[in-house]
């Protein structure tokens, strides 16, 4: 029984959930299944298993980790002929 559990699990980069609190434990990785919206949730998954709950951290970091925007100055160039 307990290997068809491990044969389940998904590794973090294959979950397609990316919600700010994680089941974390030994066998699901850093930084767990992150697929709980609330503490509260996340909570009620955990019991009862050798899981705890923390925060997700690529969910308090996405905005550091996003490139920023780039900003393009116009450059004016000024043509002057010169008298020859």
């Known amino acids: ?12 980069s294959a979950d397609p959930y990316d919600y700010p609190w994680c089941a974390q434990g030994p066998s699901l990785g850093y930084p767990g299944e992150c697929a709980y919206q609330t503490y509260d949730q996340c909570l009620a998954s955990v019991s009862g ?36």
Do not use: D, V, W
């Open 1 to 12: 029984m307990a290997l068809a559990g491990a044969a389940s699990i998904k590794s973090a």
């Open 49 to 84: 298993r050798y899981l705890a709950c923390g925060e997700n951290p690529r969910f308090l970091f996405r905005a550091q980790l996003q490139p920023e925007p780039r900003r393009y100055r116009h450059k004016h160039r000024h043509h002057k002929t010169h008298p020859q």
